[in-house]
């Protein structure tokens, strides 16, 4: 069939009354359609990922128990330590944070860890890419902002470092 043979069925049941047309040609089938806009064309099921809520980012101000075991232990901390001037580290990216390379390995760094412009220091997962997120201060961990495994928004803190 020819391009502009289908082009003009289109035409004729977007123009029509018709809500759908189906031709069969020398062995080729085409089958018009409007779509319809009323309950019956609501889809039977729905991902999950839609009618769930999804959580909202937990704010930096808000403190929440750690039920994580000893590995674990050292949670992020939500309000920021008085008295010195610290660097945020900021997520690049909208994701969803990871502390480790892989469920069971060890966390990149640590509170108190030392790092390096270019230190690795999480992971942010968006669009099922893993993005590393590179230190790019030297100095020491002294806050870790976001819970393993938490959305994250755009230039939301991720860490604060304490300069060298």
């Not at 391009?3 to 123009?15: A, G, P, Q, S």
């Not at 990149?108 to 030392?114: D, V």
């Given at each position: 069939?020819?391009?502009?043979?289908?082009?003009?069925?289109?035409?004729?049941?977007?123009?029509?009354?018709?809500?759908?047309?189906?031709?069969?040609?020398?062995?080729?089938?085409?089958?018009?359609s409007?779509?319809?806009?009323?309950?019956?064309?609501?889809?039977?099921?729905?991902?999950?990922?839609?009618?769930?809520?999804?959580?909202?980012?937990?704010?930096?101000?808000?403190?929440?128990?750690?039920?994580?075991?000893?590995a674990?232990?050292?949670?992020?901390?939500?309000?920021?330590?008085?008295?010195?001037?610290?660097?945020?580290?900021?997520?690049?990216?909208?994701?969803?944070?990871?502390?480790?390379?892989?469920?069971?390995?060890?966390p990149?760094?640590?509170?108190?860890?030392?790092?390096?412009?270019?230190?690795?220091?999480?992971?942010?997962?968006?669009?099922k890419?893993?993005?590393?997120?590179?230190?790019?201060?030297?100095?020491?961990?002294?806050?870790?902002l976001?819970?393993?495994?938490?959305?994250v928004?755009?230039n939301?803190?991720?860490?604060?470092?304490?300069?060298?």
């Open positions: 069939m020819d391009l502009n043979y289908i082009r003009k069925l289109v035409r004729l049941v977007d123009e029509s009354g018709v809500d759908e047309l189906e031709i069969e040609e020398e062995g080729t089938k085409v089958r018009v409007k779509a319809r806009h009323n309950s019956s064309a609501v889809p039977t099921y729905i991902p999950q990922y839609i009618t769930q809520p999804m959580p909202a980012p937990q704010a930096s101000a808000e403190v929440r128990p750690n039920p994580a075991p000893a674990e232990a050292q949670a992020p901390a939500t309000a920021k330590p008085e008295g010195k001037k610290y660097h945020e580290v900021k997520s690049p990216i909208v994701g969803t944070f990871y502390r480790a390379p892989a469920p069971n390995a060890d990149y760094i640590q509170i108190g860890s030392s790092v390096q412009p270019g230190t690795v220091l999480c992971i942010v997962e968006a669009m890419l893993m993005n590393e997120i590179e230190s790019d201060i030297g100095g020491t961990i002294v806050q870790i976001v819970e393993n495994m938490q959305p928004e755009y939301q803190p991720l860490f604060l470092v304490e300069p060298a």
